[in-house]
């Protein structure tokens, strides 16, 4: 087979800067048709902007792509046209649009079907989509509003569109970043009836384990460059990781024990109808409380009530001993509780500010005189901030939606930092950090307890809830099932109590 026929997709030396930062510097690629061909790098790669050439929203500087033997012009294309070519991608940061239903977001520029009036349109994109759900095994109502979606529901929703747009090439920038085991594996499935249509996927995720069951070849970029392309199986987690980041990466768990102190936040009974019910525990200063549990069992629904986003119809909050009514965020931060959410998109950050304004907005006023910011203590404190979390940025003033996924989220962690509260609740805190970054935050979690912070934990990563908490609370339907302590607790018990019915 000549290389136009096996290869479906063949990249030589694309390059791209930012603004003088270099994103990609003369990186290549080769996709065979019907094979999955993970990409793989750390926070800041380059992926996702590579990636983002591919289907036109961004212009490489200069490169070839040649798709189907034909080079396709990497200046002057634009999304719509590579989608007509054949390629599609689905997105880190989800691009639909909230206000439609399902139906309308699966065929959104779609245009063969609007000489219609809208009654017949909604009724025909209706009927078609519960088609095209129900093909690939998606248990969604196409009429439901799309913002009344879970985070997961919404990135299967963004799948079955590349696949309802009969792709030839299906980009996934990190597809299971917010979905559940079982979402993980209709995923998979799908993957591969693509595969055997001769459909390439190329796959990003952050993932090890998923990588190497799904993937056939793994590429590398590191700081922007090419790195080497390998067929899966001659690799393993630990060269794949000394690949990425160029060096050897030893335990990832820091061992260091935990003093426990006094009592910093105590809940009791804490109510709130319809998503969860008896929720007791107590968090020890220096201590970290873990809360594991499967998708849908409130384990975030309880974090946002402690931080005043949500109300409770019932129970008690008290922190150093003192009864606290925490009914705002503000109250919660007055109460020295700091959040770090799941979903930085929606309380963590503010995309169009940089990454300066959004690490300092929680703690202005330290940083203000009268109306005046200390401009200059402020740059000091965030310069150190971003030292310390090695946060990969052009600037102070680079806006965060400019950042790479796992960089925005260090930005939350940043910002949470900085206005140096007692109690901490980290809601996946690692969700979308690669490997070295990860161990970063591993570590500055037990820095944080050795300064006296209770931590909260809720991580859908079992190993991470095992190796990182001193306790472990077990959620399940809305319902606390039970507390282990670390000396008893394994990946099975933490199972069997989150199953429970
Ligand atoms: N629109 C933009 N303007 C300026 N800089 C950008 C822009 N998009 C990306 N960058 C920069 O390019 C580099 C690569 O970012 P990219 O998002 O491609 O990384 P990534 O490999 O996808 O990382 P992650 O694993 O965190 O998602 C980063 O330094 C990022 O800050
Ligand atoms: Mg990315």
Redesign the pocket.
């Known amino acids: 087979m000549d290389s136009a026929q096996e290869y479906i997709l063949q990249v030589q030396n694309l390059s791209k800067s930012?603004?003088g930062?270099k994103?990609l510097d003369q990186v290549q690629l080769k996709v065979k048709r019907g094979e999955v061909h993970a990409l793989m790098?750390?926070?800041?790669?380059?992926?996702?902007?590579?990636m983002k050439i591919l289907i036109g929203m961004h212009t490489a500087d200069s490169g070839e792509i040649i798709f189907e033997g034909q080079p396709i012009l990497s200046k002057h294309s634009h999304t719509q046209a590579a989608l007509k070519k054949g390629i599609a991608m689905i997105h880190?940061e989800l691009l639909l649009v909230p206000q439609m239903t399902v139906a309308q977001n699966l065929f959104l520029g779609k245009e063969t079907i609007t000489w219609f009036p809208w009654w017949v349109n909604d009724k025909r994109i209706h009927q078609q989509a519960t088609a095209l759900l129900q093909k690939i095994g998606l248990d969604i109502d196409p009429q439901k509003k799309l913002k009344r979606l879970r985070v997961a529901e919404m990135q299967m929703v963004e799948i079955a569109k590349a696949i309802s747009n009969e792709a030839k090439i299906i980009i996934m920038d990190?597809p299971t970043s917010a979905i559940s085991d079982k979402e993980v594996e209709t995923l998979f499935s799908i993957i591969t009836d693509l595969k055997k249509k001769g459909v390439a996927i190329i796959y990003i995720s952050?993932k090890m384990d998923e990588i190497f069951t799904i993937a056939d070849t793994i590429t590398v970029?590191r700081d922007?460059k090419y790195i080497d392309t390998k067929p899966a199986s001659q690799l393993n987690s630990q060269t794949l990781i000394s690949m990425m980041v160029g060096r050897q990466l030893t335990t990832v768990f820091p061992q260091a024990a935990h003093t426990k102190g006094e009592i910093m936040l105590s809940v009791k009974e804490l109510h709130r109808k319809h998503t969860f019910s008896h929720i007791t525990f107590d968090v020890h200063k220096g201590e970290v409380l873990g809360i594991a549990g499967l998708m849908g069992a409130g384990r975030t629904e309880v974090a946002r009530a402690i931080c005043g986003l949500d109300p409770v119809d019932r129970g008690e909050m008290y922190v150093k001993g003192k009864k606290v009514r925490i009914d705002s965020t503000k109250e919660a931060f007055a109460q020295g509780i700091g959040y770090v959410s799941e979903d930085r998109k929606g309380v963590g950050l503010v995309p169009g500010m940089s990454v300066k304004q959004n690490i300092t907005l929680a703690s202005l006023e330290k940083y203000s005189k009268g109306w005046f910011v200390n401009e200059t203590s402020e740059s000091a404190v965030v310069s150190k901030m971003i030292d310390e979390l090695r946060i990969?940025?052009?600037g102070l003033d680079?806006p965060v939606k400019?950042?790479?996924?796992?960089?925005q989220q260090k930005v939350v962690i940043g910002k949470v930092l900085l206005s140096s509260p007692d109690i901490i609740i980290l809601d996946e805190p690692t969700r979308?950090i690669?490997v070295g970054a990860k161990a970063e935050i591993y570590k500055l979690i037990h820095q944080l307890t050795a300064k006296g912070i209770a931590i909260i934990l809720i991580s859908s990563e079992l190993p991470e809830v095992l190796g990182l908490s001193d306790r472990i609370l077990v959620m399940a339907k809305g319902r606390q099932r039970a507390i282990i302590p670390k000396a008893e607790a394994t990946q099975e018990k933490i199972m069997k109590y989150a199953m429970e019915q």
């Open positions: 930012f603004a930062v994103a790098g750390e926070n800041g790669a380059g992926k996702s902007t590579f880190q990190e952050h970029l922007g990969k940025t052009a680079q400019y950042l790479s996924g796992g960089n979308g690669d």
